[in-house]
C-alpha cells in the first residue's frame, strides 16, 4: 500500500471513530482524567485538603440557595419565552431546566438539549423548528450575559478600580469570543441564509448545507418572535438576574474559605469559568473544571492549593445541587401520569371559585 493510500485510509478510520459517540465520549473522559492528574501533579495533595476545609458554614448554605433561585429565574425566563405558543407553570419549566442540566452534567456533550426539545415536541406539542429556536435563544440570552460582565470586568479593569480582575489582555480575549460567538449566532442564522442563496456562494456551497442552514434559520426567527414587546424586557431582566446570582453564590465561596476576593471579581470569574464547559470533559466536568478554576483563581492572586482547594469545594457542591434537584426533576418530569390528579391539584381546584364572586367549593 502506498503512503498517500495508508494515509487516507487512516483519515477515514480516525473520522469515523470521532463521529461514533462512545468513541468521543471516551476520548473526552481520557482528556478530563488526565487535566486532573496533571493537577494534583502540580499541587500537593495534602495542601489542597487543606483549602477544602470551610471555615464558615452560613455561606455555604447561601451557596446552595442562591444556586437554586437562579434556576427558579431561568426557568421564568423559559416559561416567559415560550408564552407566545404555550402556557407553562415555572415550576415545570425548573423541572425541565434541572432535568436538562442533570443530563448535560452526566453526558458532557450537550445531550440534555435533547431532552428539552423532546418535552417541547411531546409534552407541548410544538414543532421540532420552533422548540430548537426557543433552545437556541434561551442560550443567546445567556451569552449577551456572559458577554455584558466580561465588558463590565475589562472596564473595571482598564480603569484600575479593581486590579483583582483577571489581566486585560485574558480579559478582552474572553470577551471577544463571546461577542463573536453571539455575531455567529444571530448574523448567521438571520443573515446566514439569504448569503448561502445569493448567486456568488450557491456555486459553492453544498444544497444539503444550504437547506439546513434555511432550517436553523427559519427556527431561529420563530424563537426570537417570543422576545417581542415586553416581554423583552423581561427576558433581560431575568437574565440579569440569574447571572447576578450565579456570581453572588461564586464569592459566597471565598467567603466560607476565608479568601479576600472581590465581588466584581468573584462574578466576572464565575462567568469566565463557564468556558470551561465548552471544553471535552469527562462526565461531571471531571478534570477539565479543577484545570481551568485552577488557572483562573489563580489569576485572582490566589497560591495555587487556594485554588485549587477553592475549585474542588466548588466543583463538590454543585455536583450536590444538580444531582438532588435534577434526580427530583427528573422524576417528575418522566414519571407516568395518570388520569387521577395529584391530591394539591384537586385541592386547588376545590378552593377555586367557579363563577364570579362564588365561594370555593370544598
Known sequence: MRPDQLRSRTGRLVQTAWNTKWFRGAANTAFGLVALYLV???????????????????????????????QVVRAGRFA???????????????????????????IPVR??????????????????????????????????????????????????????????????????????????????LVVGPRLVCSRPLSRFVRCSWRDSLQRQGAAFRSGLRATSGRRLVGVVV??????????????????????????????????????????PAAPGYVGSLEAAGTFLLSSLGLSHPAATGAILLWHGLLTLIILVLGALAMYR??????????????????????????????
Open 40 to 70: 494534583f501533579r502540580s499541587v500537593p495533595i495534602a495542601q489542597v485538603v487543606q483549602h477544602t476545609d470551610p471555615r464558615h458554614l452560613s455561606p455555604l448554605v447561601a451557596i446552595v440557595v442562591l444556586t437554586v433561585l437562579s
Open 80 to 106: 416567559l419565552l415560550l408564552r407566545s405558543w404555550t402556557k407553562v407553570g415555572i415550576l415545570e419549566a425548573l423541572w425541565v431546566n434541572a432535568s436538562t442540566q442533570l443530563v448535560n452534567y452526566a
Open 111 to 188: 445531550a440534555g438539549e435533547g431532552l428539552r426539545l423532546w418535552w417541547l415536541v411531546k409534552r407541548q406539542g410544538q414543532a421540532a423548528a420552533i422548540g430548537l429556536g426557543l433552545i437556541v435563544v434561551d442560550h443567546t440570552f445567556d451569552l449577551g450575559g456572559v458577554a455584558a460582565v466580561l465588558g463590565a470586568g475589562a472596564v473595571l479593569r482598564w480603569t484600575s478600580i479593581d486590579t483583582q480582575l483577571p489581566s486585560l489582555p485574558a480579559l478582552v480575549a474572553v470577551l471577544g469570543a463571546a461577542l463573536l460567538t453571539l455575531v455567529a449566532i444571530a448574523g448567521g
Open 238 to 279: 431575568t437574565t440579569a438576574l440569574a447571572v447576578f446570582l450565579d456570581g453572588l453564590a461564586f464569592a459566597m465561596l471565598f467567603r466560607a474559605l476565608g479568601l479576600a476576593v472581590p465581588l466584581a471579581s468573584a462574578i466576572v470569574a464565575q462567568v469566565t469559568l463557564l468556558y470551561t464547559y465548552l471544553l
Open 333 to 362: 418530569l418522566l414519571r407516568v401520569r395518570s388520569g387521577r390528579p395529584s391530591r394539591i391539584a384537586r385541592a386547588w381546584e376545590g378552593l377555586r371559585p367557579t363563577r364570579a364572586g362564588a365561594p370555593p367549593t370544598v
